[in-house]
Structures are given as C-alpha cells and as structure tokens.
C-alpha cells in the first residue's frame, strides 16, 4: 500500500459534520464511564476509567463486579451499546436520538436485569453543561455515520499512537479515550514529581485533576472538535518548561496560547501523503520539547520502535 493509498483510511471529518452526533455520545460515554469508575478500584491518573477503541467502536474491558464480570461496548458499526456479563447474560440497546435520560434509564434497566445493578455519580463532567443524565430531556441527535466516520478515524489515530508509545521505556499511559473531554490520548513520565495542580477544571473535583497531574507528564490526544473549532490533535506539557510554546514544532502545528498547547488539524493529517508520518513527526516534535527544555533523562527513558516478533533488544 503507497502512501497516497493509504491516506484513505482516513476519513474525513469535520466539526459540521461530527456534531452535535458527538455532543450525544459524550455524554453517554459519561453514563457508560462512570459505571466503571463505580467498580474498578482507582488506578494512577484515572487509567481505570477511560474507555479503548475497538473492533467494532469504544468498550470498557472487564468491570468487576461482586463474583462476575461484566463489560459496556458501543459498538458503532451495529449501531447498539453492547452490555455482556462473564456469566452469560446479554442486552443491547439501540444507539438513536432521543432523551440522555431515556438512554440511562435503558442501561440502568439492562444492568439490573442482568445481576449487575450500579449506582453512579449523575453529573456530566468537565462539560459547561451539567444536567443529571435522570432529568436530561433535551432532544438530541445521533447520526450512525458520523459516529462510525469518527471510529474509524480513531482506529487510524489508535495504531499511530501506540506505535509512538513503543518508543518509551519510563512510565507511559495505555492509549484510551477519556469520556470527560472526550478525548483518545496518550502521556508519558519524566518519573518525578510535579507542583500541585491548581484544579479548577468545569465540574470535575480538583483531587481528581490533582492526582492525574501528580507527576511531570508529556501528554499527546485526538479531540473530534465542536461548532466552534475542528477536529485536531494536542500536545501538551505539565508543567509546561520555560520556553516550551516556542519550540521548533512543524507547521501546519502551531502553539494556542488559550488552550496552552500545541494543535495540529485533523485535516492536515488526513490530506498529507503520508499521514503516519505527519502525526508522528508532531508526536516526536512535541514530545522532544517537553523532555529536553523540562530535563527529562531521554538516554535512560527512552528505546527503540517496537516491531511485531521482536524482542526489545537488552545487552
């Protein structure tokens, strides 16, 4: 496959046409989320409730719960929230427009039915909006084909950025989806400690973000946009080093002092000749500048790229 081929694999996306399909499977995201976090003991930087990519669109893994196991699966291609317990017990629920309340009561229901009842937090968060999932009767649109246009992207961004994640040898995160921002991302560790995170993230408890940001991290993601910006990558630092919104970082990325990150279109990606390339050049660009002008021991952190059969190499 050439280069030219292989840039249609990625689809194109836009923010016109991803919301407000992806405003909806945000917030059912959240439901789908939350009761994971309501089971799985609490791992570092909240890696335990973030959701993966999937054959089929986003899924939980294995939730425990009493003395079986359950898991939550959007997949997207069949258009229904697939919910099956290690016991043998099945629901689906139709993926479609309508009420978020309407969607949680169907999963609540099918949880219940299935011996595997939870209670979660009702709130959104991190999102300006932050109705109760019980009392959202706000209409709400969902569009299968944007949602499996947005999937099919995420398998892309999936495989480039754990090809990037073989390349550390320090503490590095999985590549996960975190249903707060609703964004796919992967961070890496200098393996010290950081300043205390001031919080004040929308409708998200500060010793949540505080505990995600205990150490000095070097973060890159995937975010589908909203009406008021495209699709597009990130790269962020924290705590950012002197002079780390100057770095050499290729355009078409470029630094938003707003956000306090870099930001590489989704499109530029996808229209490039080789889109792996174009990503992972700003992965690496990014990722260069936070370890270099923060510090980071990049001789005793990092390895070679990982090839499938092949053993890291270890004199």
Same mark, same amino acid.
């Given at each position: 496959?050439?280069?030219?081929?292989?840039?249609?694999?990625?689809?194109? &996306?836009?923010?016109?046409?991803?919301?407000?399909?992806?405003?909806? &499977?945000?917030?059912?995201?959240?439901?789908?989320?939350?009761?994971?976090?309501? @089971?799985?003991?609490?791992?570092? $930087?909240?890696?335990?409730?973030?959701?993966?990519?999937?054959?089929?669109?986003?899924?939980?893994?294995?939730?425990?719960?009493?003395?079986?196991?359950?898991?939550?699966?959007?997949? &997207?291609?069949?258009?229904?929230?697939?919910?099956?317990?290690?016991?043998?017990?099945?629901?689906?629920?139709? &993926?479609?427009?309508?009420?978020?309340?309407?969607?949680?009561?169907?999963?609540?229901?099918?949880?219940?039915?299935?011996?595997?009842?939870?209670?979660?937090?009702?709130?959104?968060?991190?999102?300006?909006?932050?109705?109760?999932?019980?009392?959202?009767?706000?209409?709400?649109?969902?569009?299968?084909?944007?949602?499996?246009?947005?999937?099919?992207?995420?398998? @892309?961004?999936?495989?480039?950025?754990?090809?990037?994640?073989?390349?550390?040898?320090?503490?590095?995160?999985?590549?996960?989806?975190?249903?707060?921002?609703?964004?796919?991302?992967?961070?890496?560790?200098?393996?010290?400690?950081?300043?205390?995170?001031?919080?004040?993230?929308?409708?998200?408890?500060?010793?949540?973000?505080?505990?995600?940001?205990? $150490?000095?991290?070097?973060?890159?993601?995937?975010?589908?946009?909203?009406?008021?910006?495209?699709?597009?990558?990130?790269?962020?630092?924290?705590?950012?080093?002197?002079?780390?919104?100057?770095?050499?970082?290729?355009?078409?990325?470029?630094?938003?002092?707003?956000?306090?990150?870099?930001?590489?279109?989704?499109?530029?990606?996808?229209?490039?000749?080789?889109?792996?390339?174009?990503?992972?050049?700003?992965?690496?660009?990014?990722?260069?500048?936070?370890?270099?002008?923060?510090?980071?021991?990049?001789?005793?952190?990092?390895?070679?790229?990982?090839?499938?059969?092949?053993p890291r190499r270890v004199d």
């Amino acid at each position: 496959m050439t280069p030219r081929d292989d840039r249609l694999m990625w689809p194109a &996306l836009s923010a016109a046409s991803l919301w407000p399909t992806m405003e909806t &499977l945000q917030l059912w995201a959240q439901i789908v989320g939350k009761i994971r976090l309501s @089971q799985t003991p609490w791992l570092n $930087h909240g890696w335990h409730v973030s959701l993966q990519v999937s054959a089929r669109g986003l899924a939980t893994g294995l939730i425990p719960h009493a003395k079986v196991g359950f898991s939550l699966e959007f997949d &997207l291609v069949a258009g229904a929230l697939v919910i099956r317990v290690s016991d043998g017990g099945e629901r689906r629920i139709v &993926l479609k427009s309508g009420t978020v309340a309407d969607f949680y009561a169907e999963v609540m229901d099918a949880l219940t039915a299935l011996g595997v009842a939870c209670h979660i937090d009702l709130t959104p968060d991190e999102m300006a909006e932050a109705t109760p999932f019980p009392l959202d009767e706000r209409f709400r649109t969902y569009e299968p084909e944007a949602a499996r246009d947005y999937w099919r992207a995420l398998v @892309q961004v999936d495989r480039v950025f754990n090809a990037f994640r073989t390349r550390f040898l320090g503490k590095c995160s999985p590549v996960h989806l975190f249903w707060g921002a609703f964004d796919l991302a992967v961070t890496r560790f200098s393996g010290r400690t950081a300043p205390l995170h001031p919080g004040g993230v929308p409708n998200l408890p500060d010793a949540v973000t505080r505990e995600a940001y205990s $150490h000095e991290v070097s973060s890159a993601g995937f975010w589908p946009g909203d009406p008021g910006r495209e699709p597009a990558f990130y790269a962020y630092a924290y705590p950012a080093p002197p002079g780390f919104e100057a770095a050499a970082v290729a355009p078409p990325a470029r630094w938003d002092a707003g956000l306090g990150e870099f930001l590489l279109p989704y499109e530029a990606v996808r229209a490039a000749d080789d889109p792996d390339a174009v990503l992972t050049a700003f992965l690496e660009a990014t990722y260069a500048a936070a370890a270099d002008l923060g510090g980071w021991d990049r001789a005793a952190l990092e390895c070679e790229a990982g090839r499938p059969r092949i053993p890291r190499r270890v004199d």
